[in-house]
């Protein structure tokens, strides 16, 4: 069954008046099996404890109370790699995708909007620099983050086409512009320049200059260049990201498990997209998570492609990541979790969130009491950030009545029935 659309929060859900900074959760459970409360004040968790203990202090007056009952409370995912310049533009026939500012910063903003009701409080998104559209998309993307600020965190990664030789002159020029403007991160396609060694060797270069991360497509299907990459990467701080690396799961195990080793040794994080490809990458297929987490490189998962050519079906959907990383690649529910969430919060460089005092208030509710079922099953969800319900979808299920389901007690959603 179909989510339904992200509704905004009632006003029972979001923070009172009398204490706008102050939000109980109440009822939830959590992955250990606790069912408990949860305080949120100040953008932080500022108490955890059992369940009703907290209600005492006044916060149920304010009306600052949301009721989690069969509810699982987790850490929000995150989204490592989006494309906002183009998502939602599947629709286009009628021509190429469109740049005009207006067309690009709607789309951005939907999409951003779509994951966050999906549960990502944070995004990365790939803009295109340079060529025809300039730096126009860029500035749309970026007037989409300063409309959304409070709601989700988007930061963006530039992506000039070409660095090397006589056209790679310009795509520089237009890189350090785009940083200028506010780009955070330095990105692009190594595999489409000429001279893939001497495109990550000029991006390094101004990542280094500026002090900036740096998240680059590859298919990862040459071990010899992903070699000189780590060797090149090793020491860039605040580090190196490479997606969607698919080519890796075509090597020959030998040679993939080499290579992984040195993606680990010089701390490189690998962004697989298991729903599909992107508009970076040449060919689709997934990364080698289980053969890359045991090598020790951090693996978080994205979702590539959202609603563009690339995969016209693209949902934005963290847990269908999580599902498919689950189901199609044997890692565990909380591994698969930990991928698009703590793993891709790190990629991300923001902080950890736990469910405990002290940490962001960056949190997702869905419907459940255990991860594997969520993931397989999570319609209903409630979506904190920044310590506020920012979004709320909910799923109601419904059966005409039977005798069947009467006499074996089975659990109904809802109150009405179906004639």
Not at 121 to 147: C, F, K, M, P, Y
């Amino acid at each position: 069954m179909p989510d339904s659309q992200p509704q905004p929060p009632s006003s029972s859900s979001s923070p009172g008046p009398a204490d706008p900074g102050s939000l109980l959760l109440c009822g939830a459970h959590l992955t250990d099996g606790r069912t408990v409360d949860v305080r949120l004040s100040g953008g932080r968790i500022e108490a955890v404890g059992t369940a009703g203990s907290l209600t005492g202090d006044g916060t149920r007056a304010c009306g600052s109370r949301v009721d989690l009952g069969g509810y699982l409370l987790l850490p929000a995912p995150a989204e490592p790699h989006a494309h906002a310049d183009t998502a939602l533009s599947a629709d286009d026939r009628d021509g190429p995708v469109s740049y005009a500012a207006e067309d690009v910063q709607r789309r951005a903003t939907e999409a951003a909007l779509l994951q966050l009701g999906h549960g990502a409080t944070a995004l990365r998104a790939h803009v295109r620099v340079g060529d025809v559209q300039e730096l126009n998309a860029l500035a749309a993307v970026l007037q989409a983050r300063r409309s959304l600020r409070g709601l989700t965190e988007l930061t963006t990664v530039a992506m000039p086409r070409l660095l090397t030789g006589v056209a790679g002159a310009d795509g520089l020029a237009v890189l350090r512009d785009a940083l200028k403007m506010g780009a955070s991160v330095v990105g692009g396609c190594p595999d489409l320049d000429p001279d893939p060694t001497g495109y990550v060797e000029a991006v390094l270069e101004v990542a280094s200059e500026h002090g900036c991360p740096v998240d680059l497509h590859t298919d990862a299907t040459d071990p010899a260049r992903l070699s000189r990459l780590a060797a090149m990467a090793g020491g860039l701080r605040p580090g190196v990201t490479l997606s969607p690396c698919g080519g890796l799961g075509r090597l020959p195990a030998d040679v993939a498990a080499r290579t992984a080793d040195q993606l680990a040794a010089a701390g490189i994080t690998v962004v697989c997209l298991p729903q599909g490809g992107c508009g970076g990458a040449e060919r689709r297929g997934t990364a080698p998570v289980r053969l890359l987490r045991a090598a020790g490189v951090r693996v978080a998962a994205g979702s590539g492609a959202l609603q563009d050519v690339s995969n016209p079906v693209g949902r934005g959907d963290p847990f269908e990541a999580a599902y498919l990383l689950a189901s199609r690649h044997g890692l565990r529910p909380e591994d698969a979790y930990d991928c698009v969430s703590a793993s891709a919060r790190a990629a991300l460089g923001l902080p950890e969130v736990r469910v405990e005092a002290g940490f962001p208030a960056e949190l997702l509710a869905v419907r459940g009491e255990r991860l594997a079922s969520a993931l397989s099953l999570a319609y209903s969800r409630i979506v904190v950030h920044r310590g506020r319900v920012v979004a709320r979808t909910s799923a109601v299920r419904e059966y005409c009545d039977s005798a069947a389901t009467a006499e074996l007690g089975l659990p109904r959603q809802g109150r009405g029935e179906l004639s």
